[in-house]
């Protein structure tokens, strides 16, 4: 099981771009603590508090990080976890001007599923409506997407993100260059225009989308 946890964590680091100085820091320890423990196996197990942080950083389980197995947690733990869906929309498109931001009624997810999904604390998380076209074929026009605003600021990666620019809420496409960190926005409809080249300090991260729902037609 340790073993594991070692190579699931340098695996994701290897897909992720990700190096082992900043997950170390990222736990609040030293810069040579994820190298000692997926090298040298110090700790011989990751201590639960970091364990943690890397599973919602990852979005994997914990168990994938040598926590207990899924099937060892009671099912009486699980039930509906209710999330918050926000009245803002966030556009696909020019851009819509949040007029309120009240919480209206909730989704609920299922716990179990929604522990596999994300390790971010359901506080964190809040449903809103795409608008506009841009993020096709990827995104359309009246979708619901789960938002992590806990996924923001220094742990910003390539994925998309509900982006704040002026008073408008936009969902972008973010690719970091893997030396410079300079940030391409970018739209996955090829008929709207890249913003090329933008600093990570230009970027107002609202949250990662890490879901999505819709109709089918």
């Known amino acids: 099981m340790d073993n594991d946890a070692r190579y699931t964590l340098e695996r994701l680091c290897q897909e992720r771009g990700e190096d082992f100085a900043s997950l170390s820091r990222l736990v ?4 040579a603590y994820i190298q000692q423990f997926i090298r040298r196996g110090t700790p011989r197990r990751l201590g639960e508090s970091e364990r943690r942080t890397l599973a919602r950083y990852f979005a994997i389980p914990e168990s994938r990080l040598g926590g207990p197995p ?3 947690i009671s099912s009486d733990r699980f039930g509906l976890v209710p999330i918050t869906r926000s009245s803002v929309r966030a556009s696909a498109g020019p851009g819509a001007i949040p007029a309120e931001e009240r919480d209206k009624p909730f989704f609920a997810f299922d716990e179990r599923w929604l522990r596999q999904l994300t390790g971010a604390s359901p506080d964190n998380l809040t449903v809103i409506r795409v608008e506009g076209d841009s993020m096709e074929p990827t995104l359309h026009d009246g ?3 789960l938002v992590d605003r806990s996924d923001a600021g220094s742990r910003m990666r390539d994925g998309i993100y509900v982006l704040r620019i002026d008073e408008a809420l936009v969902v972008k496409r973010l690719a970091l260059h893997p030396v410079t960190r300079r940030v391409t926005v970018q739209s996955d409809n090829p008929a709207y225009a890249d913003w090329p080249d933008c600093s990570p300090d230009e970027i107002h991260c609202i949250g ?3 879901w999505t729902g819709r109709r089918v037609a």
């Not at 609040?28 to 810069?31: D, E, L």
């Open 143 to 145: 979708d619901d997407i």
């Open 208 to 210: 990662r989308v890490i």
């Open 28 to 31: 609040g320890r030293n810069p």
């Open 70 to 72: 899924e099937e060892e």
